[in-house]
């Protein structure tokens, strides 16, 4: 049974650097792609940073330079580090597991947390 768990999450003032985290069981992160997501009020959920099974990395073109996403495969754990933040960045932050192993990042994934809050003051 796959579980993930996000923690991390908090409010800064803008400029500031939060550090999440996504525990991970039942799943070996050398197959899978995993994923940071995020929605807003109001907004859609929209993809941030993916890290293949191979850990190569993509960002969502309004965090790169900012963010960065790594795993420890040991450990199973994701994090996400965020630099620079930004009121904008203001969202439920997801973690999340590919559907497919062996096949790269895409559009479906089956599993997500539970999510952590972060809030961007100006």
């Known amino acids: 049974q796959v579980q993930l768990v996000e923690s991390g999450g908090g409010s800064v003032q803008a400029g500031g650097s939060l550090r999440l985290s996504c525990a991970a069981s039942?799943?070996?992160?050398?197959?899978?792609?995993m994923g940071w997501f995020r929605q807003a009020p109001g907004k859609e959920r929209e993809g941030v940073a993916t890290?293949?099974?191979?850990?190569?990395?993509a960002y969502e073109d309004s965090v790169k330079g900012r963010f960065t996403i790594s795993k420890d495969n040991a450990k199973t754990s994701m994090y996400l580090r965020m630099n620079s933040l930004k009121p904008e960045d203001t969202a439920m932050y997801f973690c999340a597991k590919r559907a497919f192993h062996f096949v790269g990042c895409g559009e479906t994934y089956d599993y997500w947390g539970q999510g952590t809050q972060v809030t961007v003051s100006s």
């Open positions: 039942g799943v070996t992160f050398s197959r899978y792609c």
């Open positions: 890290s293949d099974n191979r850990g190569n990395t």
